[in-house]
């Protein structure tokens, strides 16, 4: 079973911001949050990931709750060429495994 | 710079047969990693190298797979002799640093066994 949740689906309006939610209510105090996206034909493509504190990159924004148990990747405007399924992954301290969710497919609307 | 490339990236067997699955991590990057997406599951991983040697195989299903390195360049997956469970898209990933910083992915290949 996948040691985070994520919806199915989400679906935002072009240059609107999207909020993709995350539950991983059973990491531990070492473990990494990660968020990847996949296009279609193409393999994971790294988005952002965190520990602790809140995280910014050119891409999204990435905001952990206090208790960690949850996410949320925000992508301040949504572009057509951000449809693609999101993943929220649990990355173990020593980097070495990945437990990926199911993905949340993002569609956005022109 | 060319990223992670995987070959072929469609292969249809029938059970029973074998089929090696190759990939090219980006050059430089010591850390290489299998993982895999079979039929409604999440994407799994299967094992990690470091350059040459195994650092974590726990992934791995059963003893029909091997994974090899050669030289801590390239790395060979095998499926001998391979189940129609099998079939999925097999994703390999690099990184430089430790992959708590970034993993760089291949396109995958596609796996079917009829």
């Known amino acids: 079973d996948a040691k985070t949740t994520q919806p199915n689906s989400m679906e935002s309006n072009e240059e609107e911001p999207v909020h993709l939610p995350c539950n991983h209510s059973?990491?531990?105090?070492?473990?990494?949050i990660h968020w990847y996206r996949q296009l279609p034909s193409q393999g994971p493509e790294y988005v952002i990931h965190g520990l602790t504190s809140n995280v910014n990159n050119r891409m999204a924004s990435l905001a952990i709750a206090e208790d960690r148990k949850s996410s949320t990747l925000i992508l301040h405007r949504a572009t057509l060429r951000d449809a693609a399924v999101y993943y929220c992954?649990?990355?173990?301290?020593?980097?070495?495994?990945?437990?990926f969710g199911t993905g949340t497919s993002l569609t956005v609307i022109p | 710079e060319a990223g992670v490339t995987q070959f072929p990236s469609h292969s249809v067997i029938e059970k029973g047969q074998t089929v090696t699955l190759r990939c090219d991590p980006i050059?430089?990057?010591?850390?290489l990693y299998w993982y895999r997406r079979v039929m409604g599951k999440e994407i799994k991983f299967l094992l990690h190298f470091v350059k040459e040697s195994k650092q974590d195989e726990s992934g791995m299903p059963n003893n029909r797979f091997l994974a090899e390195r050669t030289g801590g360049t390239y790395s060979t997956l095998k499926v001998q002799p391979a189940e129609l469970e099998d079939s999925g898209v097999y994703f390999c990933a690099s990184s430089h640093l430790p992959p708590r910083e970034k993993l760089f992915f291949g396109s995958g290949t596609q796996l079917s066994v009829l």
């Open positions: 992954i649990q990355g173990t301290d020593t980097g070495n495994q990945f437990y």
């Open positions: 050059s430089g990057h010591d850390n």
């Open positions: 059973t990491i531990s105090g070492t473990d990494y």
